[in-house]
Every structure is written in structure tokens, then in C-alpha cells.
């Protein structure tokens, strides 16, 4: 559990991590270096959830790198299914990282959404419903292991 204070919006105590797949942790279906070794670091403060289509088939192999095992959601209604099921898990206990039109209720509806600018670049509908926009995955996830970051770039 992570718990912090934004001086204007009060305190937030993150129970879940829900990060998209592909375009965010992972780039053609290969996971992205630093990734793993960050969750590392967050897994025992946050219970780590991958959700995707697995657009590129490569997931099995990215469960197995990470010690988890992704929801599958299917092909159609993503953006949907994604919120459904963060709703599943208590939106208010959530951080939400993604980077895609599909990610973006998810990412409206958590309590703090992270859209990361990567190499696919982001979706202009979910970065007008995130909270937070970052250059990498590395940095979106630094803001959780150091949590001192997120409040200062929320904080009103």
C-alpha cells in the first residue's frame, strides 16, 4: 500500500497497480528495459495487474519475465472492459498507467491516471482524462517507488 497527501486534493491510499501492455510496458510485444526491475521494487507496496488484448501474442512470455499473469480482454470494447475492471478493484485504490485510446475511461476513472508518452506516442483522448503525463514508463512508475514526485505534480 502506498498512502500520500496532495495538498488540495487530500489522501490517497493506492492499493492496485493496473498498467496496459503493449505501447506501455511493452513495445511490439517485447517487455521494456527497467520495467521488471521496477515492479520489483513496487510489488511489495502494490498488487500489480497487466490487462491487454495481446494484440502481438507475446504476453505468455512477458507473464513469465514478470512473475504475473495478465487479464485478457477481448479485441473489441477495450476501453470498456479496461474500466470494468478497475471498478472490479475499487477505483480509489487504483493507479492506472496507460497510453492508448483504450485506456482512457480507465485511466479517468482511477484514482490517480498516468498517461505515458512512449514510443507509440499517446492517444489525445486519454491524455485529456489522465491526471499525470510522462515521457517513459520508467519515470510513470519512479513517481510510484518515490511517491514524493506524484504529490508534487499534483499538488494545487
Same mark, same amino acid.
Given at each position: 500500500?502506498?498512502?500520500? @497527501?496532495?495538498?488540495?486534493?487530500?489522501?490517497?491510499?493506492?492499493?492496485? *497497480?493496473? *498498467?496496459?501492455?503493449?505501447? %506501455?510496458?511493452?513495445? @511490439?510485444?517485447?517487455?521494456?528495459? /527497467?520495467?521488471?526491475?521496477?515492479?520489483?521494487?513496487?510489488? @511489495?507496496?502494490?498488487?500489480?495487474?497487466?490487462? %491487454?488484448?495481446?494484440?502481438? /501474442?507475446?504476453?505468455?512470455?512477458?507473464?513469465?519475465?514478470?512473475?504475473?499473469?495478465?487479464?485478457?480482454?477481448?479485441?473489441?470494447?477495450?476501453?470498456?472492459?479496461?474500466?470494468?475492471?478497475?471498478?472490479?478493484? @475499487?477505483?480509489? %485504490?487504483?493507479?492506472?498507467?496507460?497510453?492508448?485510446?483504450?485506456?482512457? *475511461?480507465?485511466?479517468?476513472?482511477?484514482?490517480?491516471?498516468?498517461?505515458?508518452? /512512449?514510443?507509440?506516442?499517446?492517444?489525445?483522448?486519454?491524455?485529456?482524462?489522465?491526471?499525470?503525463?510522462?515521457?517513459?514508463i520508467d519515470e510513470a512508475l519512479e513517481l510510484?517507488?518515490?511517491?514524493?514526485?506524484?504529490?508534487? %505534480? *499534483?499538488?494545487?
Open positions: 500500500m502506498i498512502e500520500i @497527501d496532495i495538498p488540495g486534493l487530500g489522501r490517497y491510499t493506492f492499493h492496485h *497497480l493496473v *498498467l496496459d501492455v503493449n505501447g %506501455t510496458i511493452a513495445r @511490439d510485444g517485447r517487455l521494456l528495459s /527497467g520495467v521488471e526491475d521496477r515492479l520489483k521494487r513496487l510489488r @511489495d507496496r502494490l498488487d500489480v495487474h497487466l490487462i %491487454t488484448a495481446d494484440s502481438h /501474442g507475446a504476453q505468455d512470455l512477458i507473464d513469465q519475465q514478470l512473475g504475473l499473469k495478465a487479464t485478457r480482454i477481448p479485441t473489441t470494447d477495450q476501453a470498456q472492459a479496461k474500466l470494468a475492471y478497475i471498478q472490479a478493484l @475499487d477505483p480509489r %485504490t487504483v493507479v492506472a498507467i496507460g497510453n492508448g485510446a483504450n485506456d482512457m *475511461l480507465m485511466l479517468e476513472r482511477a484514482a490517480v491516471g498516468i498517461l505515458v508518452i /512512449g514510443h507509440e506516442g499517446a492517444s489525445v483522448e486519454a491524455l485529456r482524462r489522465a491526471d499525470v503525463v510522462i515521457g517513459d510510484l517507488i518515490y511517491p514524493t514526485r506524484l504529490i508534487a %505534480t *499534483l499538488r494545487r
